[in-house]
């Protein structure tokens, strides 16, 4: 069992507290101690048969087993894995392009979200939550643009979407079509025969004069 510190305990300069059993579970990159202050940015990680907690004003997040989620203050955002958060704080939870987030903020809820090869899942289990989706070009997510759509969870439901909201969201960038490779196309491998041809041309085809003439 994960040991449960009043919130009120935490270390004034801390966003939140990390509990953990002590084994398998890591917070950037690094073996987690069984209580750790956490800050924005910071990794948890978790292996089979591992658990963590995540512990702010307001809120509280338990971390599955074999789960990688950053913590961004009022914020989780889920690479994959599950997580069950608990908030009267409003806390989201953010899966590629879908934010998952109670309601009501004033009021405690508790949903679960798993992350599992590409399938969001949420769970409210009290109160509803909303799951929030953006779609677009890459560009368009970078500036806030896109098109937003939002499906509401009714305590007691349960809901899927796929995580990159129909295929226009992608955590990494890809190169464009051809982008690295234009070099090995068809047309750029004629185009050099075609050059490479005119410079032995040049200097052979033209016998008459040397091709270093002794004299202007």
Known sequence: MIAVTPVSLLADDAAAMLRSNGVGVQLNKNSAPASTALFPRDL???QQ??????EASGSTADVDQQTMVQFD???LALDHGRLSVNTSRGMRVRVGCLTIRPVNNTEWTHYDVADVNGKVTVSALKNDVSIDSRSGNLKELKQGGGRSSQIIVREGEQKSRDEKCGGDY???SRPAPGNGAILNSPWAKGAGAVIIGGLICLGLCHHDDPISPSRP
């Open 170 to 172: 992608d955590r990494g």
């Open 49 to 54: 048969n591992a658990a963590a907690r995540i």
């Open 44 to 46: 948890i990680e978790t």
């Open 73 to 75: 203050g009022d914020e």
